[in-house]
């Protein structure tokens, strides 16, 4: 029964960082390029070629150790990571090993259910710190083409592109709290900007480890490892589907001494998980237990981090997004749920904070209009950058013309129906959203005594619709909304009219 089990999971995340040239060579590491144009001797190892480091490697990973809480070593050496294969001319990989750069953090999650249905911040202890045991520098190998004609085609453009490896303590108890981890992490890179987060084209992938353990031991049983994971999916399925592989078998194996054994020995420790069947598959045993002959590398020098380098790097990291998630919840009282999808991108929160910065100024707009402005940007705005293929940074609206915007809805100016009617033009042209609303005449009227002469003329003409409806018929409310609606092309402002016609018809009739 995989309910007496407890999963036990941990993860090594592999981010490409967005640095402009490669790790050890000055190759552009630029995304789809026609195949092994972007080498040189360096990255295509060919005898005698000497690497030298790209500092900006060394301070992107500074800025992941520094938001991930992690020690910082001032003396970190590289080493040579052997092994064979076709992608790899080398024949081995520059890597860390022993004193990788970063290490003893940990990353902050957060319990997904809880997050959208409260507004409730630590309240509720929906925070879990995830430990990172290390984050190290790596380079990565080509890529081999399986899928043209009947030979194996390698491409080296990717040979030395720069990678950090983030490794978590086995901390992470479920498929679900997996991906959040994995979340977090890319939302952590992205802000930092340091890796663009793209898990489909692999800037971004995941090598889950996972176990099991009866409930309420505390020892680690043997792990099965699952690589190459890309999408958030393809972590939660395959450990779920590894989760109860283990299970069954501890169940079937409940007698025998060597289920542990067992269980690893039928992954074959390694597995590739099938997308298609939603299996994990064996691909090829681990390289014989760890024969990667690490030594160090003998063409680069220790790399040396200097107080002041931590330092200013410490002091320039930005907010992390789950700390500015629940800032926004708080500095703008809007929904946790709004303030979770800002937050996904750094830029989105700027614009919504921007926006809000611009409202703030204006007369018009009353306290609760924040939560609108939200709302605007994760419906109208995000939908519109969803289908243009554009980023925020590319959306033809300013903020503080979103700001307008809201604050014309927010002080009854114009209803949210008009509002959208005219955003597309808004955002096809400069023109203010009052200017727009004023020449097509849609201002909304606020004007009391106007309101009411129109309703006495209505009232007037529809003296037996009166009569039922003060006699009890109650629905008939709707159709004298409607009447004033129409009599004023649906710009006579809704609360002004509900409130003049309870007046008027909710009277005591006069004897
Ligand atoms: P390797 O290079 O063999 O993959 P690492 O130390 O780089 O070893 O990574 C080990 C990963 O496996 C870490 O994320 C760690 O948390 C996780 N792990 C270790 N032991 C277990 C276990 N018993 N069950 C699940 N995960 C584990
Ligand atoms: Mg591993
Ligand atoms: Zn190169």
Known sequence: MVNDYEAVIGLEVHAQLLTKSKAFCTCATEYGLSPNTNTCPVCLGLPGALPSLNKNLVEYILRMGAATHCSIRSQSTFVRKNYFYPDLPKGYQISQHNDPICYHGYIEIEDSVADSETNEKRSSGNFKRIGVTRIH???????????????????????????????????????????????????????????????????LRCDVNVSVRKKGETILNPRTEIKNLNSFKSVESAIEYEIVRQCDMYDALADSENAGETVVRSASATGRFDVASGEVRTSRSKEEAHDYRYFPEPDLVPVVVSDEWLVRVQQAIPELPLSRKWRLVEQYAIPAYNAAILTEEKELADYFEQASAALNKSKDAPAGAYTLVSNWIITEV??????????????????????????????????????????????????SPRAIVERKGLLQVSDESAIEKTIDEIIAAHTGEVEKYKGGKNSLFGF?????????QGKANPKIVNDVLHRKLDAPVAK
């Open 382 to 431: 995000l939908r519109i950058l969803g289908e243009h293929k554009q980023t925020i940074q590319e959306f033809a609206l300013t903020p503080t013309r979103l700001a307008e915007l809201v604050a014309l809805i927010s002080s009854g100016a114009i209803s949210g129906k008009i509002a959208k009617d005219i955003f597309p033009e808004l955002l096809a042209a400069d023109e």
């Open 480 to 488: 004298f909304v409607g009447q004033v609606l129409k009599a004023t």
């Open 137 to 203: 520098m790596e380079e990565d190998a080509g890529k081999s083409i399986h899928d043209i004609g009947i030979d194996t085609l390698v491409d080296l453009n990717r040979s030395g592109v720069p990678l950090i490896e983030i490794v978590s303590e086995p901390d992470i108890r479920s498929a679900k709290e997996a991906v959040q981890y994995v979340k977090e992490l890319r939302k952590i890179v992205m802000a930092l900007g340091i890796c663009n987060g793209n898990m489909e084209e692999g800037a």
